[in-house]
């Protein structure tokens, strides 16, 4: 800006001394002064030439102008400050952050869940008869018992023997023929018994076929069919029971998983009396 205003006065002094007040036009000067109208004589077209020294006047007040609001731009864009992140932003891509951890997590569970206690695979192992396994057996499918095993058994899917186990037994389903069983054996659905099969050890179900013996308690929430073969020696806990002629049971019998309690349907009687 210095430089310029006092460019535009020896220009302007130079002008007055060259050109008389009422003399001719600047174009007298040029003559004498090459390197004035070197500067002075705009390149792109001849008609914005200044004739006198008002106009040559005018001209430079105009750089100055624009050469003012050039630095006013150029200062703005340098003391503009970057764009400043809220606190409403910041918090907003936290918690897309913490949503994406949690759904990482939230998936990473769900898969480790499903692997312990997912649904029931479709394999089926198979202890074969010349095969004795020593140590517990645990399994996502199905299991058929033909050969021997001492250890427990816990399996999500069906559990069929026909071999001997020394230990308790985990499954959905049970089946036994001609099985030898030593140990508790628990299903969360139906127990099958078959004649010539031994269980020594307690039985826990939802419903319960037995042809064969049982020496232990049987505790079952629902139906209790006990058939013509059957030998039971232990207490029977059930919502209702089937005795086949022929079956041999000794230990009580207990229907307390009935819809109708009948200690309760006597007290109801006496009190009813009074």
């Not at 050039?70 to 949503?99: C, G, K, R, S, Y």
């Not at 020394?166 to 389903?173: E, I, L, Q, R, V």
Request: glycine share 8%; net charge negative.
């Amino acid at each position: 800006m210095g430089f310029f205003s006092e460019l535009k006065e020896d220009l302007s002094q130079a002008v007055n001394e060259l050109v008389p007040e009422e003399g001719p036009v600047i174009e007298t000067a040029k003559e004498e002064q090459p390197e004035l109208e070197n500067l002075l004589e705009p390149e792109e077209e001849e008609s914005i030439r200044p004739e006198t020294a008002e106009d040559l006047s005018r001209m430079l007040d105009n750089m100055d102008f624009e050469m003012a609001e050039e630095t006013e731009e150029f200062e703005e864009e340098e003391m503009e400050e970057p764009e400043e992140i809220t606190e409403n932003e910041e918090n907003a891509e936290v918690q897309e952050e913490e949503a994406e951890v949690e759904e990482t997590q939230y998936m990473g569970m769900e898969t480790e869940e499903s692997a312990i206690s997912g649904d029931v695979a479709e394999e089926t192992a198979v202890i074969t008869a010349g095969m004795k396994i020593r140590g517990d057996i645990s399994s996502q499918g199905s299991l058929d018992v033909i050969g021997a095993i001492e250890g427990n058994i816990d399996i999500l899917g069906k559990l069929n023997i026909t071999g001997t186990i020394d230990g308790a037994s985990k499954a959905a389903d049970v089946y036994a023929e001609k099985a030898r069983i030593n140990g508790d054996v628990h299903s969360s659905a139906s127990i099958k018994i078959g004649q010539n099969s031994i269980i020594i050890g307690n039985i826990y179900a939802s419903s319960a076929v037995i042809a064969g013996a049982v020496k232990g308690d049987i505790d079952v929430k629902g139906p209790v069919i006990l058939d013509t073969s059957a030998i039971v020696m232990g207490n029977i806990k059930s919502k209702s029971v089937q005795i086949n002629n022929g079956a041999v049971i000794e230990g009580l019998c207990s229907q307390c998983y009935a819809d109708v309690s009948p200690s309760s349907f006597f007290e109801d009687i006496k009190k009813a009396r009074k």
